[in-house]
T-cell receptor, first 116, second 114 residues
Framework: GAVVSQHPSWVICKSGTSVKIECRSL??????MFWYRQFPKQSLMLMAT?????????EQGVEKDKFLINHASLTLSTLTVTSAHPEDSSFYIC????????????FGSGTRLTVV | AQSVTQLGSHVSVSEGALVLLRCNYS??????LFWYVQYPNQGLQLLLK??????LVKGINGFEAEFKKSETSFHLTKPSAHMSDAAEYFC????????????FGTGTRLKVLA
């Protein structure tokens, strides 16, 4: 139980285009989701926290206009990288808080974004 | 503020040998501590967590960790390494502040030698 499905698993796009990454909770309602970015051989850096039906809370230094987060339903959160540039190439991972478990989280399988 | 330090970005052990991955934390309030494992190009899988209660916690795949407040440590151990244990391991901390935000360590890559 408590599975999060993240798609796509990898994507290549051209500079200047936008890319949308989806994170779906398959068997539970996720009121809170988190988006992380992971650079090669580095740790996960929290980008933003999204709560269903409200605006996302972005961490310091994360451009909210570039990384658009939408959490319009209890089972879906999306991250859109707008006007992507090569420096946006990274591994993006979503995570969802499991209901009923204060510190229970489940992670998606990640999306490898390459901007060429 | 909370922080996590993982000593040793790379650890190599022989198959069958003891695995010890070190994690030290800094927190002004009682922490909640976690160990996650990440296989290449995959998300994170929870190995174990400490919130309250027993300081020695057992997780999946034979891993365990002990919360030592006096040493501000939460080291991960496994008595006998298996080839399938080769992966990246992350220690994380959070606190009961209601934000549920994790602070991750920089990770330790475990290599298991045949």
């Amino acid at each position: 139980g408590a599975v999060v499905s993240q798609h796509p698993s990898w994507v290549i796009c051209k500079s200047g285009t936008s890319v949308k990454i989806e994170c779906r909770s398959l068997d539970f309602q996720a009121t809170t989701m988190f988006w992380y970015r992971q650079f090669p051989k580095q740790s996960l850096m929290l980008m933003a926290t999204s709560n269903e039906g409200s605006k996302a809370t972005y961490e310091q230094g994360v451009e909210k206009d570039k990384f658009l987060i939408n959490h319009a339903s209890l089972t879906l959160s999306t991250l859109t990288v707008t006007s992507a540039h090569p420096e946006d190439s990274s591994f993006y991972i979503c995570s969802a808080k499991i209901p009923g478990f204060n510190y229970g989280y489940t992670f998606g399988s990640g999306t490898r974004l390459t901007v060429v | 503020a909370q922080s996590v330090t993982q000593l040793g970005s790379h650890v190599s052990v022989s198959e069958g040998a003891l695995v010890l991955l070190r994690c030290n934390y800094s927190s002004s309030v009682p922490p909640y501590l976690f160990w996650y494992v990440q296989y290449p190009n995959q998300g994170l899988q929870l190995l174990l967590k400490y919130t309250t209660g027993a300081t020695l916690v057992k997780g999946i795949n034979g891993f365990e960790a002990e919360f030592k407040k006096s040493e501000t440590s939460f080291h991960l151990t496994k008595p006998s390494a298996h080839m399938s244990d080769a992966a990246e391991y992350f220690c994380a901390v959070t606190v009961s502040s209601g934000t549920y935000k994790y602070i991750f360590g920089t990770g330790t890559r475990l290599k298991v030698l045949a």
